[in-house]
């Protein structure tokens, strides 16, 4: 008598070799491509087709990001010397604020929070994602 053992694995993750970076997909319905992000990213559902790499927050800036200068190296010390620098312009309502490869400014007008909104875009928007709060023209309490 030959007797067979089928045995069945169960895992929630999938590697295939290299880390998934910022940005790439790692997860979702019928996905069959590596699940492990980078040390410093998580694996984010975005929808039921897709998850992606992302900072720990949902966001697309922190550490291991592209371009990321930890706040501590970028605190100018007793020794640092500034040449003149054009005044900071504060965006607006709607503006660009951030996003894969943006360069631009970041600073949104105080009433204002600059909101991821895809992988290539964040703009500044009300604290709670919406166009209408105070500090917007218009806007009556």
């Known amino acids: 008598m030959i007797c ?8 929630t993750s ?3 070799g ?7 997909q790692c997860g979702g319905l019928n996905y069959r491509g590596n ?4 040390r410093t990213l998580r694996c984010i559902v975005r929808s039921e087709w897709t998850s992606t790499c992302l900072c720990p927050d949902g966001s697309w800036w922190c550490e291991g990001a592209p371009g990321y200068v ?11 010397v500034y040449t003149t620098q054009p005044p900071v312009i504060l965006l607006k309502l709607g503006d660009q604020c951030g996003g894969l490869n943006y360069r631009g400014n970041t600073q949104c007008e105080p009433t ?3 909101i991821v909104r895809s992988e290539w875009t964040s703009t500044c928007l009300c604290p709670n994602g919406s166009w209408w709060c105070a500090g ?3 806007y009556i309490k």
């Open 4 to 11: 067979f053992v089928i045995a069945a694995l169960s895992t």
């Open 18 to 24: 290299n880390l998934q970076k910022l940005g790439d």
């Open 35 to 38: 699940t492990q992000c980078e």
């Open 136 to 138: 917007v023209p218009g």
């Open 112 to 114: 204002l929070r600059c």
């Open 70 to 80: 930890t706040p501590s190296s970028a605190m100018p010390t007793a020794k640092t």
């Open 14 to 16: 999938t590697f295939l």
